[in-house]
C-alpha cells in the first residue's frame, strides 16, 4: 500500500548562468538543466541538492565533496513530477551517506575510489553535479526510474567515492 504522506518529486529546470548555458548546447545541443528531489513527510516538506557553496544555515549540510556540498532542508512549496515507488526514509538514508564526511576527508593521494559511499566524503567534482547525484538517489530508492531530463548533463555519470588506499 503507497502512503500518500511520503511522497517524492523530480524536479528540474534550465541552469540560468549564460557561459553554462553556452557550454552545455556546445557539449550537448541542449541547454543543461540542474535536478533535485523533492518529497513529503507527513504535513512536512523537503528538497535535497547539491550545491556549488555554502547554504544559508550550516545545519543544512549533510555531506560535503570537493567544492561543494549536499543539502537538506524544509521548503514551502513542492514542486516536480511525481515519483512512483520511491522509499522515502532510504532515499533520505542514502542522501545523508552520498557525500557524508564522518570518518574526515581524504583529500590527498593517499585515497582509492568506490561505487559505494565510504564516509570520507562525495565524488570529485568535475565528474558529478546535482544531476548524477539525483540520478544516483532514484536509481538506489525507488522502483521505477524517471526517464533521464533533456539537458540533465552528468546524469548517467556512475560516481565513485573516496576510500581509504587498501595496499
Known sequence: ?????KRAFLYYEEVSLWYLRYIGWLLGGKIPVHCRIYWTNGNKRYITELTDGEPTSPEQVIGKGEGYTIQIRE????KGIPLEGCNIDLLIEKAKMYANCDKGTLCTEERDWYYEPQGYG?????RPT??????WLLTKTC???????KGAVGWDVVPKFPGKKLD
Open 1 to 5: 500500500m503507497v502512503n500518500l504522506n
Open 75 to 78: 521548503v514551502d512549496v513542492i
Open 122 to 126: 562525495g565524488p570529485m567534482y568535475d
Open 130 to 135: 546535482s544531476n548524477t547525484y539525483v540520478s
Open 143 to 149: 522502483k521505477n526510474m524517471p526517464p533521464k531530463p
